[in-house]
């Protein structure tokens, strides 16, 4: 883990950008004896991102605040993730957690991009800065894995292929820049019901398990333009979000007509990725799909970025 710690007095205060995911590649597997759904994934980290601020109370117990998306209806309580982010940082040093974090958010809420992970990895690093808790990068993995299949690769950004459940990653080099345009929706789409519906759909014979990422890994470890990626990128679980979430369909339709050169379900959705050819044809296509409508919010984002722990 690297980063200065900050002066342990109450106070104190120590900030984080944590970045969103997206997967270009998301095969989904059957489901295990242990309930998770196998996956064979490719996870990319983007610059839309939200910063977790971590500061000494100077009394005992772990306050949540929350500013931007989700303010006023995500759960500030010991049911968020980087409330138990904090407390399994506490545990691990054996000291009593007197920490208030302030979430500010931009990462949509229950979007598929893993923007509640996110902050749990940025509480992670936060906090084991805040109180001086000396940390591996092995030990912050395995604190991470056991919060959520998706916050171990939300700490160290970048590109990796994901097995398991998500959490066994393997780096990937990519080399180059892609530009993307993220479309937000009214709607909400949690991540059990969206793998609920690709088990219903499957046992009527829609879809199928995409397990071989290697064409995708060679396009970014070979820096492939914008045009050849849009040919491979794969979602198992862009069917089953569809099927939940109609509106979708239109949405990415619309966006193929303006321009884009893909239409890609982040995760299980419902924000849909649009793919540019490069940063000048994402600023005008975002321009673009405002103008139609049909979207709550639309944002520009490129990728790979480094996680907090990088």
Known sequence: MSGQTAPAQPGA???VDVPAKINPHLGVGDPRADGYHALSTVYQAISLHDTVTAERRGEPGIAITVSGEGAGTLPTGEENLAH?????VALYAGIEPDVRLHLNKRIPVAGGLAGGSADAAGTLVACARLWQVEIGDAELHRLAAGLGSDVPFCL?????????RGEELTPVQAKGT???VVATTDTQISTPECYKEVD??????IGRYSSDVDPIVRAFEGGAGAEELARLLINDMEAA????RPQLASLMHGGL?????AAHVSGS???????????????ALARRIRMRGGAKSVHLARGPVNGPAA
């Open 269 to 283: 959705g419902p924000t849909v990725l649009f793919l540019a050819t490069d940063v000048k044809h994402a600023v």
């Open 257 to 261: 007509e303006e321009g884009a050169l």
């Open 84 to 88: 138990k982010a904090a407390k399994l």
């Open 178 to 180: 892609w530009h993307w």
């Open 13 to 15: 205060s120590i900030s």
């Open 241 to 244: 979000a569809v099927s939940l």
């Open 200 to 205: 219903r759909l499957r046992e009527d014979g």
């Open 156 to 164: 160290k950004g970048g590109t990796a292929i994901g097995a398991g």
